[in-house]
């Protein structure tokens, strides 16, 4: 992969965090995580294309993005031969989830060795928006991999966590080293799926789960109470009487909350 880099005179843009992985073992174990095996395979990032490959190997069919037009001319080599795989030289996030969704044409799981600077965004578009999406199985530094799975009632446990938990599970596969990416970042990652076919629940109104969520989480230092007041315009009586059908003190904070209980929160308030 070097060699053909260096052929087309790449230079790494730390801007698209471009944090490549070349340890073919590892390649293929995320491969093989993220059940790509006969699947639709979506790929958020090609890179140098190593991933895509080893993808391809398993999959149907895989779709990958990829925002930096440089690495046209590599991918056409590396990829060479991959004839399941096509390549959009877009950015996936000005991308339409639902012509997405449709071009893939069903259930699919989703692979990334992410772009730190989009992690947040990217994962949040699958969990409040895809319909067909299975599993995502997403390399993250290893802090953010700490909050996506994150319990209630610690410092990790925050927005993200909620919407990811409304929508399945999410657990910690493997940890890497930041030795293994080229160029060397100065954090190390962790491979972290998200399971949408399992333990997930459904709330009255999505959009109202999502602002519930947003002001539990507002302002950390104040109360919950305090939080609903000044978000849904409440009386201090009427935020109480929520707190209060729900058997929660009236001086609880957001965090503590679990995911289910937000969303019987946001039920109660799209009354
Ligand atoms: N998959 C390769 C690997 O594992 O070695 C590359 C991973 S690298 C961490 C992330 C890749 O995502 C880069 O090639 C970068 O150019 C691309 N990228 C960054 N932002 C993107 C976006 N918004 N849409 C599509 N690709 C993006």
Redesign the pocket.
Known sequence: ?EDVLKKYNFTF?KR???????DLNL?DA?AADAGAEGRRVL??????????RALSKRAERVL?????PA?RPVLAETLAGCENTEVVF??????DMAAVERELGGDYVVA???????TTP?IMRFAEESEGCRLLTV?VQAEVADRLCAKEGTKEYGAITAAIARRGTCKILRQVSRNL??PRPNVDSAVVQLDFRTGGFSVKDEEMFRRTVRCAFQNRRKTLKNNLMSAFSLTRESAEELLARLELPADVRGEALSPHCLGALSDLLSE
């Open positions: 992969m843009k698209y965090g471009q944090n490549f992985i070349t390649l995320i790929e958020i990032g090609a890179g140098a294309g190593a991933l895509t990958a993005y990829e925002i930096d690495l877009r950015d996936f996030l000005r991308e990334a060795n992410l772009p730190y600077y989009v990217v390399m990416f080229t």
